[in-house]
């Protein structure tokens, strides 16, 4: 069976945008090392970013290749708290490099999860 054109969209952005947070994690700065934010504290949450990339790569293929509903709606819950996220930071330090770089990939994402649910995707995924 032919995976539908807008499926296959969701696909390709939701994974350029994991790709673009990847990046992000990879190239954060590391060099501010306080009482709170020692250098095991920064690696633990840099191994819990990558996993949560990892995982949500996962949830990508489940939805596009497995045809899984429920990791759609998982992915869009993610959006949302990603979101909420975003407008705290940028309230509280302004726009800034990391900030405008989530600002990216949450519009990739938004527009993968639109071709989701739009179009030939509607009858694609089976629960």
Known sequence: ????KNVVWFEVLLYLSL???ALSVAFQDRSQTT?????????IAN????????LL??????AAQRRKNWPR?????????????????????GMQ???????VSCALTAAG????????AQGWFNG
Do not use: R
């Open 1 to 4: 069976m032919n995976v539908p």
């Open 19 to 21: 790709t673009l947070d």
């Open 35 to 43: 009482a709170d934010m020692t250098e095991s504290v920064i690696l």
């Open 47 to 54: 191994v819990i970013a990558a996993c949560m990339i990892l």
């Open 57 to 62: 790569c996962y949830f990508v293929w489940l």
């Open 73 to 93: 709606w998982a992915l869009l819950a993610s959006l949302v708290l990603s979101l909420i996220s975003l407008v705290q930071t940028v309230g509280e330090s």
């Open 97 to 103: 490099i990391d900030s405008a770089i989530e600002v």
């Open 113 to 120: 999860m639109y071709f989701s649910f739009t179009g030939d």
